[in-house]
């Protein structure tokens, strides 16, 4: 059983309908902070739970699996649904991977799916060449001692966030900034988490939306690509221009949450449609869709405009 580690978990409730953001692999819900604050400002609950072993040590981190942060996020998602009747989940690089895997495993409680800079595979331009020897040291006892530090640019665009993040990695803020350096432990358990996913992906039927940089530094644009392909559902896409692997926190965190509000007002239009005749449809949901009407005559101009190329929507096979 995992140490208990302070939780720092965000909840900013609001409507009926509620979203779940999961953070990346030695991350911290911090990372998810401003879309959640964009997502509650138009109406939207929004949850960013923080995962086993996180926010602590690399000790802590080394000491749980995969399925602890799956039990982590699943958990979180129970206690949204004590406020919310619809709900998504999302996450941003190995949270948006274990948002699949709650959409794969639990399709009649998660309506759609947020997949933010999604880490299949570490393959982006900052991995060093020789990094396809971890996998022959996750396959030895070795894989205990070896640890990853983060490097430049630490998957961001914007200089300034990038100097306070390393920062804060540099100073021993785990809950603030996150881990400077990854235990390989952690990482063996992310191949084993993105192996199981990927064998899942045409049984995701849910209707997704993939936001990712083509610049990503960390993972490159091809983990979208076959997300595109090989998803079960509707898959609907937005590559980000002037961003690198940390979206929710990079330069286009705007557009990143304007895309997010669009996509939630689909479903706010299925929540309202199952809404009894006789009852108001509330507030929240009212604001939602009048926000995408008002956005939906602009959004080519304002995403092009700002260096976002939207690729449109593909289906698995």
Not at 249 to 259: A, C, F, I, S, T
Not at 264 to 273: G, I, K, L, T, V
Request: with cysteine; net charge neutral; proline share 4%.
């Amino acid at each position: 059983m995992p140490k208990a580690v302070a939780d720092h978990s965000l909840l900013y409730e609001r409507g009926p309908v509620g979203v779940l953001l999961i953070h990346g692999l030695g991350g911290t819900p911090v990372e998810m902070r401003d879309i959640a604050r964009r997502l509650a400002a138009a109406g939207y609950t929004a949850m960013c739970c923080q995962l086993a072993g996180h926010c602590g040590s690399e000790d802590d981190l080394s000491a749980t699996s995969y399925e602890d942060w799956y039990a982590s996020a699943l958990e979180a998602l129970g206690e949204l649904e004590k406020r919310c009747s619809y709900v998504l989940v999302g996450g941003l690089s190995m949270g948006a991977v274990l948002a699949a895997l709650l959409a794969a495993r639990e399709p009649r409680r998660v309506r759609g799916l947020i997949m933010l800079a999604p880490t299949l595979a570490y393959d982006g331009w900052s991995i060093p060449k020789y990094s396809f020897l971890l996998r022959w040291v996750m396959n030895t006892p070795l894989v205990r001692y070896y640890r990853f530090e983060e490097r430049e640019p630490f998957g961001l665009k914007d200089e300034r966030a990038r100097a306070m993040v390393a920062q804060s990695m540099r100073g021993g803020n785990s809950a603030e900034a996150g881990l400077f350096a990854t235990p390989a432990l952690a990482l063996r358990e992310l191949s084993r988490l993105t192996s199981t996913v990927k064998q899942l992906l045409g049984r995701i039927r849910q209707r997704t939306l993939v936001v990712h940089a083509r610049h990503d530094d960390i993972a490159s644009l091809d983990n979208a690509i076959t997300l595109q392909r090989h998803l079960g559902g509707v898959v609907d896409t937005m590559v980000l221009e002037d961003s690198y692997h940390l979206i929710t926190v990079d330069r286009q965190r705007h557009l990143v949450g304007e895309r997010v509000i669009e996509f939630m007002a689909h479903f706010a239009r299925d929540a309202e449609s199952q809404s009894a005749p006789q009852t108001a449809v509330p507030a929240p949901i009212r604001a939602a869709v009048e926000l995408e009407d008002t956005r939906a005559a602009r959004e080519a101009d304002d995403l092009l405009g700002a260096g976002a190329v939207p690729l449109g929507a593909g289906h698995g096979a």
